[in-house]
């Protein structure tokens, strides 16, 4: 088609970067970039709960963000839970995500939920902060149930205030 000016984005998200044969298997694919793609990591920080070493995390989200633009994935239930569990603050996990990291010097311009879960809270704190949000799919993943939080859009978004009639089931 002329004038269609095609892209493609590649990303992945990390759940695991303090396994040293996942870091080194990851590491290799952001070094290699293959097919010629930077491959943009979504780093899940780590979780002192369950005594992830936060220095090791660091050295290598500072690792990742000198191969390519650094995301930001999160765990609402810690290293084994995607979405957040039941009476969770989700929003407030993720604004004390994102000033742990910029305390750290770590500035992840790319946001994507676990289990693909956004609400309205998380969406405005994810804009407050200047993220972009990626969480948002154009189809329902075959995992989730009905009237769960999460967004579904017809293509790629900004997230604005409108975004209050799309978190919705």
């Known amino acids: ?3 269609l000016e095609r892209y493609a984005v590649v990303s992945c998200h990390v759940e695991r970067p303090l396994d040293n044969s996942v870091w ?9 970039r293959p097919a010629g793609f930077v491959v943009t990591p979504f ?3 780590p979780d002192s709960a369950s005594g992830e070493d936060e220095e090791l995390w660091l050295e290598r989200a500072r690792r990742a963000a000198g191969l390519a633009p650094l995301g930001h994935h999160t765990h609402w239930g810690g290293p084994s839970q995607a979405r957040p569990p039941e009476g969770a603050d989700a929003a407030a996990v993720v604004r004390g995500e994102i ?5 750290r010097g770590v500035e992840p311009r790319w946001f994507c939920g676990g289990g693909w879960y956004l609400d309205l809270p998380v ?5 407050a902060s200047g993220y972009v949000d990626c969480s948002a799919t154009t189809f329902r993943q075959s995992y989730l149930g009905e009237g769960v939080a ?3 859009v017809p293509g ?5 205030p409108w ?3 799309w978190c919705t089931a």
């Open 123 to 127: 969406a405005e704190a994810l804009a």
């Open 156 to 160: 790629p978004r900004r997230v604005a």
């Open 24 to 32: 080194q298997a990851f590491e290799h694919v952001l070094v290699e």
């Open 163 to 165: 975004v209050r009639a």
């Open 43 to 45: 780093l899940r920080p």
């Open 99 to 103: 000033a742990w990291l910029r305390a």
């Open 1 to 3: 088609m002329e004038g």
């Open 150 to 152: 999460r967004l579904q």
